[in-house]
């Protein structure tokens, strides 16, 4: 397995794809994304687009779809949701699709669609996520963060580094055999500077800082968990997401 890390889509290789692709926006499209699936909706379907969102959505049966829009961290209006992973109870979720489009998150998952294997993760599913790589163990893995508008962010860095040190350690690799890029390395040092203080992380980041003027603390300390979730969300058709886990499979 190699493995390497791209800060923002923008920066992926254009020419080519790895064997498994994993977009991450810890906050908060992945985490999102990864609730709702645990929750028990149906799919998540994701648009960089919310125009075509609408338009797709319209053709699905009124209430078996949930519509979830966010620009600027804010909800998107005529959407039921915006893009807060504590909206996505069971109550609401269970036997629904989820259509989402976010400002980063699914742009950084349409970039990678076409990948053989195309996932994502977040630091509340980090594990299933390590699992299921470490069961399949594709050839190579890219992790691509989501970033805000086309720049670094660091909670997308730590989570790339928390898969990258756990599949080091529970795979037994040495850096030497899992990094395909220097940015892998970087991202594992970030991961282990702050892996006891992840909260501080998420709020010291400048998307963090955003939320945090927009009144959304709740949602860091849930983004900011580590490993609470058993799914993987693995797209099963261009830009539709079902939730797997290695216990059920
Ligand atoms: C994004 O896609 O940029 C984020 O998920 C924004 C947000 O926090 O809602």
């Known amino acids: 397995m190699k493995l390497s890390v791209y800060h923002t889509p923008e920066l992926a ?6 064997q498994c692709a994993i977009a991450v926006d810890v906050l908060r499209a992945t985490t999102t994304i990864a609730t709702a699936l645990a929750a028990g909706a149906e799919a998540v379907q994701v648009f960089s687009d ?16 949930l519509r979830a829009g966010e620009r600027g961290g804010s909800k998107v209006e005529g959407c039921d949701l915006g893009n807060s992973p504590l909206d996505c109870t069971p109550e609401l979720m269970t036997g629904k699709r989820l259509f989402i489009s976010t400002t980063n998150g699914t742009r950084s998952l349409v970039r990678i669609q076409e990948a053989a294997v195309v996932m994502t993760a977040a630091l509340i599913n980090r594990q299933a996520v390590v699992n299921y790589l470490l069961a399949t163990k594709p050839e190579t893995i890219w992790i691509i963060g989501s970033g805000w508008e086309g720049s670094y962010s660091l909670e997308d860095t730590v989570c790339a580094g928390a898969i990258a040190h756990q599949l080091q350690i529970q795979g037994k690799l040495s850096l030497s055999d899992l990094a395909g890029n220097d940015e892998t390395v970087a991202a594992i040092a970030l991961y282990l500077q702050w892996q006891d203080q992840l909260l501080s992380l998420l709020q010291q980041a400048s998307h963090g800082q955003r939320l945090l003027r927009l009144d959304c603390n709740e949602d860091l300390i849930y983004c900011a968990k580590l490993d609470t979730l058993d799914i993987v969300p693995i797209q099963q058709e261009m830009g539709v997401l079902v939730g797997k ?3 059920q499979d």
């Open 50 to 65: 919310i125009q075509e969102l609408m338009q797709v959505s319209e053709q699905w049966s009124a209430p078996l779809r």
């Open 245 to 247: 886990s290695l216990k």
């Open 13 to 18: 290789p254009d020419e080519k794809l790895p």
